[in-house]
């Protein structure tokens, strides 16, 4: 199921599990079972900050990326009018493959109404 997370023990409204937006992150797929995750450069801690499921990060607090900007919006930033201020994560993954240490940056967000690409 996509961009839900099912609560355990949780009451919600008497129907059952609870329901929470989730937001995933598609691991590397050279990255081992260890690695560290790093939100705009904060590092987070598995099983309070995100959960790990096959192969995808799965956070509860809300990410989202900076979409493509328009013409008007980037002509008005070249000019000088007008700054981007939209929210824009970045989810990092810091891990070791054959010894070596491998940073992925920028991993695309997929908000809980999008399907992630196969």
């Known amino acids: 199921m996509k961009g839900v997370w099912r609560e355990e023990g949780s009451r919600g409204l008497g129907f059952g599990a609870a329901v929470v937006d989730v937001w995933t992150v598609p691991l590397p797929s050279d990255a081992p079972a260890s690695f560290d995750v790093f939100v705009n450069g904060v590092l987070q801690e598995r099983g309070r900050d995100y959960e790990v499921a096959g192969r995808t ?23 000088g009018v ?33 399907e992630r690409p196969a």
């Open 57 to 79: 990060l799965r956070f509860r607090k809300p990410l989202a990326r900076e979409g493509r900007l328009g013409v008007t919006r980037w002509a008005s930033m070249f000019l």
């Open 82 to 114: 007008a700054g981007t201020y939209r929210k824009n994560d970045s989810v990092d993954v810091v891990y070791e493959v054959g010894g070596k240490r491998k940073v992925a940056t920028g991993l695309p967000i997929y908000p809980p109404d999008e």
